[in-house]
Every structure is written in structure tokens, then in C-alpha cells.
């Protein structure tokens, strides 16, 4: 019933920023935890961040931590992911994710909804 449509996805120079945003339908955003997701080109899919329900709590893959901060705005059924420091190897399609619960937050089959996918392209 879920529905989640990914935006903000580019082409930026390396060391630079980009905010993703994902949208949600429904009245119950608040009952979700989120994630964020990503495959390159040949590679799997892999965990990139997620929060919890309220927000309060998050994770991060190490390959990003630093660099990445996820965050959600329930008032207008909004997950964000803010990329800065951008390095080529970050180049994927970026995926948003909805579950209920947390545990097991970093792997992608805890997942039941996700959205099309927004590709991200940093130039080296």
C-alpha cells in the first residue's frame, strides 16, 4: 500500500553535496522506519543509512559515516538523505526503503517497500 518516490539524484563534482529526498503516500509514515539503499553499476545492492520511527535513532554504513546524515520530516511523510563530501565510488542508484520495526535495519530483505530509485553520479 506503501508508495515511495525518490528524488534529487544528479551528476555533481567530486567533494561536492547532494540532499536525496523520498516521498511517501499514506496517512501512517510515522509507523515506518526508513533506509536508504544503493547499487552501483555490477555491484549489489548495499546498506546506506537508516532511521528509526521517530527519528531519534540512526545508522550508518561505514563507507559513508561522516559524510552522509539521513533524517525524516513525518509532517510532510519525508525521509531525507544528505550527501556531502561526494566521492566517485559513491556513483549508484539510490533507493528508498519502508519497514516496520528495526532490528536487522541494514539488511535490504527486512524491507517491504521501496521506490524506483534516483541515480547519483559523482565525477572524478
Known amino acids: 500500500q506503501v508508495q515511495l518516490v525518490e528524488s534529487g539524484g544528479g551528476l555533481v563534482q567530486a567533494g561536492g553535496s547532494l540532499r536525496l529526498s523520498c516521498a511517501a503516500s499514506g496517512r501512517t509514515f510515522s509507523s515506518y522506519a526508513m533506509g536508504w539503499f544503493r547499487q552501483a553499476p555490477g555491484k549489489e545492492r548495499e546498506f546506506v543509512a537508516a532511521?528509526?520511527?521517530?527519528?531519534?535513532?540512526?545508522d550508518y554504513a561505514d563507507s559513508v559515516k561522516g559524510r552522509f546524515t539521513i533524517s525524516r520530516d513525518n509532517a510532510k511523510n519525508t525521509v531525507y538523505l544528505q550527501m556531502n563530501n561526494l566521492k566517485p565510488e559513491d556513483t549508484a542508484v539510490y533507493y528508498c526503503?519502508?519497514?516496520?520495526?528495526?532490528?536487522?535495519?541494514?539488511?535490504?530483505?527486512?524491507?517491504?517497500?521501496w521506490g524506483q530509485g534516483t541515480q547519483v553520479t559523482v565525477s572524478s
Open positions: 526503503a519502508s519497514r516496520v520495526g528495526y532490528s536487522g535495519y541494514d539488511e535490504s530483505r527486512e524491507y517491504e517497500y
Open positions: 532511521v528509526s520511527r521517530t527519528g531519534i535513532r540512526t
